[in-house]
């Protein structure tokens, strides 16, 4: 009896490449989804303390008035960001991804789900605080927002250049403190500008709410 030897056969499986797929898919239905009700969706990334939660706020106060606005909140547990939200009379759905450091098209769907959408023209979405992966999974929005604050730290856009390259826009938040902390703004704008010449970057204060009119300008809210 011969003995032929065998050759293994090798399939390699990008899971990568597969998982992004699927969430491109989901995020191509959720943008289909905002433009048929005429919603305008925003989602909101950054690390966790840098005023994601504030801002929204302070965008709610400025815009209530003239939008019907949804806020979705991501985070691993809790609902206490789509709590401060909602004390600003707006609704709000929390989705807690349990173990996932950022938001995907398919959680936005499933809590997309569960809202009437003909009640809303603006969507706030705050991602996972988590300047990394976030960038990573398209959500299906009109325009993905960056927020750094000058509480971070000198060194945070260079450490983390390619979540500036997948946004529409930067926004340095906590301008209150700078002479506090003798930060240098213009070298922090200038590694953002280093990473994209052409990005809008604006200055704002969630907190006294310098720089949001300029903000919801630059939004075309
Ligand atoms: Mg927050
Ligand atoms: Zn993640």
Known sequence: MTNTKKET??????????????????????????????????DIMGSVGTGKTQLIETLCDHLRDKYRILMLAGDLATT???????????????INTGTACHLDARMVRVAL???????????????????????GYSLGVDRKLVVVSITEGPYMIRKHPLTIKHADMVIINKIDLVEALEFDIDALEADIREVDAAIPVLRVSSKTGEGIDQLIKVLNL
């Open 9 to 42: 056969r090798t399939v390699n499986i990008d899971i990568r490449k597969d998982l992004f797929g699927a969430n491109e898919n989901a995020a191509a239905l959720n943008a289909e989804t905002f433009k048929k009700h005429g919603i305008v969706a925003i």
């Open 113 to 135: 789900q569960n809202v009437n959408l003909a009640d809303y023209q603006v969507i706030f979405i705050e991602n996972v605080g988590n300047l990394i992966c976030p960038a």
């Open 80 to 94: 206490i960001d789509a709590d401060r939200v909602a004390s600003h009379g707006v609704d709000t759905v929390q």
